[in-house]
């Protein structure tokens, strides 16, 4: 029900925007979110956004750099990466959390019911 895609091999310093596109039902009123995991990592948390696109919550590691965006209407959430680093390397998930979690626990993937397949992100130095 939810199909992450592009992804792909970009060098350092460039920029890929990811979309995960719903299907089946609508995410319009959920939180939607993007983890990562990458070669011999743990799942790790990247962005979120509320359902109405007010809100976003970002790790550290990427603030700056990742923006997350949605558009309700294609049942679409994006997330615009740039200055990309080697260390972003990894297969990034879109999530769907249909209860409308709290803002404080976005970056837990408990709080996400629905997940993507994921889409590969290598970026070389």
């Known amino acids: 029900q939810l199909q992450a895609s592009g992804g792909g091999l970009v060098q350092a310093g460039g920029s890929l925007r990811l979309s995960c596109a719903a299907s089946g039902r609508t995410f319009s009123s959920s939180v939607m979110g993007w983890f990562r995991q990458g070669p011999g990592k743990e799942r790790e948390f990247v962005a979120a956004i509320s359902w109405s696109g007010i809100s976003t919550s970002f790790a550290d590691s990427v603030k700056g750099r990742f923006t997350i965006s949605r558009d309700n209407a294609k049942n679409t959430v994006y997330l615009q990466m740039n200055s990309l680093k080697p260390e972003d390397t990894a297969v990034y998930y879109c999530?769907?959390?249909?209860?409308?979690?709290?803002?404080?626990?976005?970056?837990?993937?408990?709080?996400?019911?629905?997940w993507g397949q994921g889409t590969q992100v290598t970026v070389s130095s």
């Open positions: 999530a769907a959390g249909v209860v409308r979690p709290i803002l404080s626990t976005w970056a837990s993937p408990g709080v996400y019911e629905y």
